[in-house]
């Protein structure tokens, strides 16, 4: 799997891949991450990934949620030291009280400018829970919302 191919429309850049995906997390891999072998450690791609996934989660349940379950994780290219890690996902299921989400990790390696890898996806699964921490329902997507509508 090489470098994933993207299109430039002026400044911003649009990838085919991502499409229907929303941007969760951005976190340049540091030194201290790294497993013995001096390649960013799995582990820390996943707590990436579980931070991500649960800002996405809480965006949709409209509140907090837990991790219940981070299923099917496969990595598919290392991660180096100094490379920019970016977490993307998307909602594939809502159950009455919980969301099952596709998570991407790909990583722009610092010493190709410009290159793009896919690194690692996955699936995870988050419960919404009110204030004792007891599932609750996820409202539904046209539910309303204390926000005030905008330009009001």
């Not at 929303?22 to 976190?27: H, S, T």
């Not at 099917?72 to 919980?98: N, Q």
């Not at 790909?106 to 290159?115: D, V």
């Not at 419960?127 to 004792?132: H, I, L, M, N, P």
Request: with cysteine.
């Amino acid at each position: 799997m090489g470098a994933i191919p993207t299109v430039s429309r002026g400044t911003r850049v649009v990838d085919p891949v991502l499409a229907g995906t929303e941007p969760a997390i951005r976190v340049l891999a540091m030194p201290a991450d790294t497993n013995p072998t001096g390649d960013i450690f799995g582990g820390w791609i996943m707590a990436q990934m579980d931070l991500a996934g649960g800002i996405l989660a809480s965006r949709r349940a409209r509140g907090r949620v837990v991790t219940v379950a981070m299923n099917a994780f496969e990595f598919h290219h290392p991660v180096y030291v100094g490379d920019l890690l970016s977490c993307y996902g998307r909602v594939v299921r809502v159950g009455r009280t919980s969301l099952t989400l596709h998570l991407e990790a790909f990583a722009e390696r610092a010493a190709e400018l410009g290159q793009v890898v896919k690194v690692t996806e996955a699936t995870a699964t988050f419960v919404a829970v009110d204030e004792q921490r007891r599932p609750r329902p996820v409202p539904p997507l046209d539910a309303p919302t204390d926000e005030p509508a905008p330009g009001a």
